[in-house]
């Protein structure tokens, strides 16, 4: 995880929800697995979340990253 990104997750019975936050003014390149997952909030795009941003990525329990 780079630094002044944070990654947190929340659960629930079916699904976890990955919170992925970039504090940097600059996007920050960071390696995400999304096969079989999905985007709910923000974009990832060429392996970069732009700064000051958030995005929240949806995954069954079994297929968490």
């Not at 929340?10 to 920050?28: E, G, L, P």
């Not at 990832?44 to 990525?57: A, E, F, N, R």
């Amino acid at each position: 995880i780079p630094e002044g990104v944070e990654v947190t997750t929340r659960c629930n019975s079916k699904y976890t929800y990955i919170f992925i936050q970039n504090f940097n003014r600059k996007s920050v390149k960071i390696n995400l697995d999304l096969t079989g997952k999905e985007v709910l909030l923000g974009e990832y795009k060429d392996s970069q979340i732009q700064g000051l941003s958030t995005i929240v990525v949806k995954c069954c329990k079994q297929d968490e990253m």
